[in-house]
């Protein structure tokens, strides 16, 4: 093409790429958490503006929020690693501590010297979450067994029996949600707040058991590890995936060819008006060429839009917090991030941005970055589809109608979280009073602790199904406003992988083999699981450097155990590392613990969940047309090995698309390298570094490796907001994303022009065992060999370190 028919042809999408933009702004930017919040208001009133506890007339505090306690006539909380205070609610971290890191051991033994300095008569083992950060620094919850150990001291200091205080604990168990979902925890501040009523004989004394002898008839639930309820979770969330996954799948499918489903009167209705004003033809289609200029043209728009709001929110509405302008640096990385899919965030949402830049900047690119995927997927199904063709669609029309299939259901998933306590409201932040108040860092007295509230449920909703991750607080799902029950958590983990999943039954749908769409999904399950597997036994298994301190790490009814630094009590272990392992292999990136203080295994599994090219299963669309890459080559070096034709779903793999699809594979692998190289080479890379040794390292290639695969979790302990961070990271988001995106198209464009060659006996199946084991095979030797030195400098060496039996030093 020439530079005159290129300028006409970006021309030519400029005022759809614009007028689509403003749209989908207003309906998904400002109708949409409108609307959720106005059912949420009127149906959960309580729970939309952050679930208060009220106590003799009066707010208490949050019940999803913890509180600072401090006294030893008070049951103490989770440590806190927030700023300032602990169970700062306007900061809410982790720790980010590795595992070996020399620091987390000193912290966790001062933890235990107090305890003991308090209660030196308890020779019991001290349960391993009242030493341990929690991930969000706001957990507001303690295992049975943390509350049970507390109770001689708690009694002695006030003045009451044991069996009275053991029966008041035994009150305020908090059982696993409808039987199976989390752990039996107890909220420390109504705990606490209960225990006063009890010393000023404002409530009677519990005629129930107390703890002891609850327990003594209670039948041990671990097998193998693992507590019944926890395998029953894992059941149930593969039986309830695959059984939406399939109905789903066959209704995107639906929507994609035109035929009518039950919200096709809606869905065309809309898609009809915005195409009409934007002038849009429906029917009016593109060639690769054309498909991969718009979906430039239009991120111009979806970047700079969102920068622009940045800096300008002190200016803008629904800024109750009145906060400033962000670095433009800072502007740049957030803005590319959340275009490209990958919202990752080296900033903190409580004291950065406005409930504007929020809802109408990040909120919008959450549905809008996910239906490019989408988009671009559904052109490469096309191209499989299609006979001899030239055109793969018209990424306009596809635009809408994915942003259409992404709206109902956010819709659902909202109020479902909104249900559960996640806030969705225009109102400010809230302060409450503190019941024991503290000392912040200054030596100034804290009385009170203020929360931020917003339209957090909208958001989370796409943030989730869009696999994008950008949390609206800094500490992500594992925030318990995010994410405030076992069931929420349950909720968002089904949300991550139901899209990724359906669409390999939408792929089979439309090219007219669903058998081929299963194949590619038993491929991915056959990588998903294993890792799974691996990464609960790491986490279960507890940290060794803990033992020695006289820490109870053992799964039981009373705690989850294994390795609590970095985790929530009400998920505990398992949904943590399901949680970590689906997010990492969906492109998600959203957190419900800190993968920082993740074992040297277990994030050793993230990182190589995303070193995959994380096809398995991958974000929306990108996940899937991803794993065709991958599907490409496993057929085209099948074929040379067994000297029979190449052909992959009925049409022929030649030297082309296979330059394509190597290139493709090769892009996020060099940035990856390349960009983790330069961060260790230079001052300013090194310069981010929290933990020490081979941890340290792992930061970085994990950095470049969520960035340039667009997952955006992070090993948080890496400070990421600086100037080569920010700049860095932008790039390989941008390449990243787009690169593989005008690829993708232009392997599109070759393959549609191709016609369908019939199977024959010369042909490979593609959709039998032997291939599905094949393809497997491909992807995990692929990773491996492009990483594994990566990886032996970092994780590898961390775990051989911990065998050794050694704490890694400076």
């Given amino acids: 093409m020439t530079s005159d028919s290129i300028s006409a042809l970006i021309k030519r999408q400029v005022k759809p790429a614009v007028l689509i933009f403003l749209l989908l702004t207003l309906v998904v930017g400002i109708l949409y958490p409108l609307v959720v919040t106005g059912i949420a208001q009127v149906v959960f009133p309580s729970q939309a503006n952050g679930d208060l506890l009220q106590h003799d007339g009066h707010v208490a505090g949050s019940s999803q929020i913890g509180q600072p306690f401090s006294s030893p006539q008070y049951f103490w909380g ?99 949600q409808f039987g199976i979902f989390g752990e039996p925890r107890v909220n420390v501040l109504s705990l606490n707040l209960a225990l006063d009523d009890l010393s000023t004989h404002a409530i009677p004394v519990p005629q129930q058991t107390g703890l002891s002898a609850l327990l003594q008839n209670h039948v041990p639930d671990v097998i193998f590890g693992m507590n019944v309820s926890d395998w029953a979770q894992l059941i149930l969330f593969i039986f309830i995936v695959a059984l939406i996954a399939v109905p789903l799948g066959a209704w995107i499918a639906k929507i994609f060819t035109g035929k009518p489903n039950f919200l096709s009167p809606v869905i065309d209705w809309i898609e ?38 940045q800096q300008v929110q002190q200016f803008l509405p629904l800024n109750p917090a009145g906060l400033g302008a962000v670095p433009l640096d800072l502007s740049l990385n957030t803005a590319i991030s959340f275009a490209t899919n990958t ?25 809008l970055s996910a239906a490019v995927g989408l988009a671009v997927l559904i052109a490469l199904i096309y191209a499989f589809m299609r006979r001899s063709a030239t055109t793969i669609g018209n990424f306009w029309v596809l635009l809408v109608r994915s942003v259409m299939i992404l709206i109902p259901i956010c819709l659902v998933i909202s109020l479902v979280l909104v249900s559960q306590g996640t806030p969705q409201t225009f109102g400010g932040p809230v302060t409450v009073p503190l019941l024991d108040p503290v000392k912040d860092s200054t030596g100034a007295l804290v009385t009170s602790q203020t929360i931020p509230l917003g339209p957090v449920a909208s958001q989370i909703a796409i943030k989730m199904l869009g696999t994008n991750g950008g949390g609206y607080y800094n500490a992500n ?17 089904f949300a991550m992988i139901i899209i990724p999943i359906a669409l390999c039954i939408t792929f ?12 590619l999904l038993l491929a991915m399950t056959l990588i998903f699981l294993p890792l799974l597997g691996l990464a609960i036994w790491s986490e279960q298994g507890g940290n060794p450097a803990l033992s020695p301190l006289g820490i109870d790490q053992k799964p039981s009814y009373l705690q989850s155990g294994g390795n609590m630094e970095g985790k929530e009590v009400r998920f505990g272990i398992v949904p943590s590392a399901l949680f970590a392992v689906v997010t990492t292999s969906t492109s998600c990136g959203a957190v419900d613990a800190m993968h920082d203080s993740f074992m040297p295994v277990a994030g050793g599994i993230l990182l190589f969940d995303m070193h995959l090219g994380e096809v398995v299963f991958g974000g929306v669309g990108s996940g899937l047309y991803g794993m065709l890459v991958f599907a490409i080559i496993a057929m085209f070096v099948a074929g040379l090995m067994v000297g029979r034709t190449p052909e992959l779903y009925g049409k022929k793999i030649e030297q082309h698309e296979m330059k394509m699809a190597t290139i493709i594979i090769l892009i996020p692998i060099v940035l ?19 933990n020490p040794g081979p941890h340290g390292f792992t930061e970085i290639l994990y950095a470049y490796t969520s960035a340039a695969q667009n997952n955006g979790s992070a090993f948080a302990g890496l400070s990421a907001d600086s100037l080569f961070y920010n700049i860095t990271t932008a790039i390989a988001m941008f390449i990243g994303r787009y690169a593989i995106i005008v690829l993708t198209l232009a392997l599109a464009g ?61």
Wanted: net charge negative; proline share 6%.
């Fill in 272 to 309: 009809q008006k915005v195409l009409t004003v934007c002038g849009v033809a429906v029917g009016e289609e593109m060639d690769w060429k054309q498909f991969a200029v718009a979906v430039m043209v239009f991120a111009i728009p979806c970047i700079g839009v969102v920068f622009v709001i």
């Fill in 672 to 690: 990856i390298l390349a960009f983790t190289s330069l961060a260790v080479l230079t001052t300013a890379g090194q310069a981010g570094v929290f």
């Fill in 78 to 176: 989770r440590p806190s690693a927030t700023t300032l205070v602990a169970y700062n609610a306007g900061s809410s971290t982790g720790s980010n501590l590795g595992p070996n890191n020399p620091a987390l051991v000193q912290q966790v033994q001062a933890r235990v010297d107090a305890l003991h300095a308090v209660d030196p008569n308890n020779t019991n083992e001290i349960p391993v979450d009242l030493v341990t950060a929690s991930g969000s620094g706001l957990d507001p919850d303690i295992s049975v067994a943390a509350a049970e150990y507390q109770v001689s001291r708690v009694s002695r200091e006030r003045n009451l029996s044991a069996s009275d205080v053991s029966a008041l604990v035994a009150s305020q168990i908090e059982p696993r």
């Fill in 343 to 367: 919202n990752w965030q080296a900033y903190m949402p409580e004291v950065t941005v406005s409930y504007f830049t929020q809802m109408v900047g990040l909120v919008v690119q959450n549905f």
């Fill in 750 to 810: 070759s393959l549609v022009t191709k016609k369908i060659v019939p199977s024959g006996e010369g042909t490979l199946s593609d959709h039998r065992p032997l291939f599905i084991l094949w393809l497997v095979f491909v992807i995990i030797v692929i990773g491996a060999l492009s990483f594994l030195p990566a990886l032996s400098l970092g994780p590898i060496a961390e775990y051989m370190g911990m065998v050794a039996g050694g704490l890694v030093h400076v």
């Fill in 508 to 519: 089979g749908i439309m090219i007219g083999s669903k058998r081929k769409g299963v194949a």
């Fill in 477 to 493: 799902s594992a925030h318990p406003l995010e994410n405030p029950t076992p069931f929420s958590n349950f909720v968002e983990m």
